[in-house]
């Protein structure tokens, strides 16, 4: 546990917090992420939204060590500031509503993740503890990660790597259950959840194999087992039931979840970057049912744009099942859609200046 502290004044200290370690000493390797971190210049990067009062710290990087007394151990680290009215954790973003309704919204998640991790693997440096509260989310759709001291570092140059921390339940790849996190089990994780916000929530190792009475994501995710390539064969949780399948991704994503969930060659996340702008700019509405649906994939809030009947679900609450042609929908009311990131002709870097906090 650490305490964490807003640093008031003088006035260029408004940007950080002070995180102190009570009950534990600080990771010796603290020093030498925080030399890495500003010689790859991890924390030179930060997304602009209107103007320079919306820029934030897209990695919020430790800083400096901070010292009780001159000469004495250090007692935590300054780390720069991530607005926590802002910015929500990602658990609490799945368990709203928005990512359930707002397809626009949740896809501009996943572009925004993407691109943060992509910027963090690419200057050599693993995530490792990955999670819903170490990872934040802001109304539009902007990413940021917190908690950057347990970050591992790969060298180029044949060192032995500094190990990441070690992840948390619901967000340990397979791979890694008795080891340090690595970018491929970064990349499986990441997977994850990015497949979780254009899925409208619904986590890809989520749900019930059929006959079984309960397991945890993290059971299925250790044991390889995702509802994506057994739709027939898992319960989901409602609102996800009746017509959610890998066939409500279109197809690039559904061959990038194929490949990071099932083949030791995980996509990168430039990979998914490049694949969820794409798909962010091709969302469009159901022509049945007025919901927001990726076009060149079938609709998950109907049977439209699908071949075979909607999955069975448990006895005590089937739904209806009405054919597809003449499915009853209570007054489509489309949430309008939120505007999807603008990436304009320079890729997410036109977006994007380089800041020093
Ligand atoms: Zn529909």
């Known amino acids: 546990m650490a305490s964490v502290f807003a640093v008031v004044d003088p006035p260029i200290a408004r940007s950080l ?20 971190i500003d010689e790859r210049g991890l ?9 320079d009062e919306h820029a934030f710290p897209l990695v919020a990087t430790p800083k400096c060590l901070v010292f009780a007394e001159a000469g004495e151990e250090p007692i935590g680290i300054a780390v720069l500031r991530v607005d926590s009215d802002r910015f929500r954790p990602l658990n609490v973003v799945l368990n709203g ?4 309704r707002d397809l626009s919204y949740g896809t501009s998640i996943a572009v925004y993740l993407a691109d943060l991790v992509n910027e963090i693997h690419s200057r050599g440096f693993v995530i490792g503890d990955i999670s819903g509260t170490n990872l934040l989310a802001d109304d539009s759709g902007f990413v940021t990660v917190v908690d950057v001291d347990s970050f ?8 032995s790597p500094i190990s990441a921390g070690f992840a948390t339940s619901n967000y340990i790849a397979p791979d890694i259950l008795d080891g340090h996190a690595t970018i491929a089990s970064d990349r499986f994780v990441i997977a994850c959840l990015i497949l979780q916000f254009l899925l409208h929530g619904m986590h890809p190792f989520g749900g019930v194999r059929r006959g079984v009475l309960q397991s945890s994501i993290q ?3 250790s044991n390889n087992d995702s509802w994506l390539f057994a739709r027939d064969e898992f319960v989901l949780p409602k609102p996800f039931h009746a017509y959610m399948s890998m066939e409500s991704l279109p197809p690039t994503l559904r061959r990038l979840a194929r490949a990071a969930l099932r083949s030791p060659e995980r996509p990168s996340a430039e990979e998914w970057l490049e694949a969820t702008v794409a798909a962010a700019d091709r969302i469009g509405f159901c022509e049945h049912c007025g ?12 049977s439209s744009g699908r071949d075979i009947p909607p999955f069975q679900v448990n006895p005590e609450d089937a739904p209806p099942t009405p054919p597809a042609a003449t499915v009853p929908v209570a007054t489509p009311t489309p949430s309008p859609p939120t505007t999807p990131p603008d990436v304009g002709s320079g890729g997410l870097w036109g977006l994007r200046k380089k800041r020093r906090a």
């Open 17 to 36: 917090v002070l995180k102190l370690f009570n009950e534990r000493p600080i990771d010796p390797n603290v020093e030498e992420i925080i030399r890495l």
């Open 43 to 51: 924390d030179e990067v930060a997304p602009v939204g209107a103007d």
């Open 152 to 159: 591992g570092v790969e060298f180029d140059d044949g060192r």
């Open 97 to 100: 509503t928005r990512v359930k």
């Open 219 to 221: 059971e299925n995710m």
């Open 291 to 302: 919901q927001q649906k990726f076009e060149e994939a079938a609709c998950s809030a109907c």
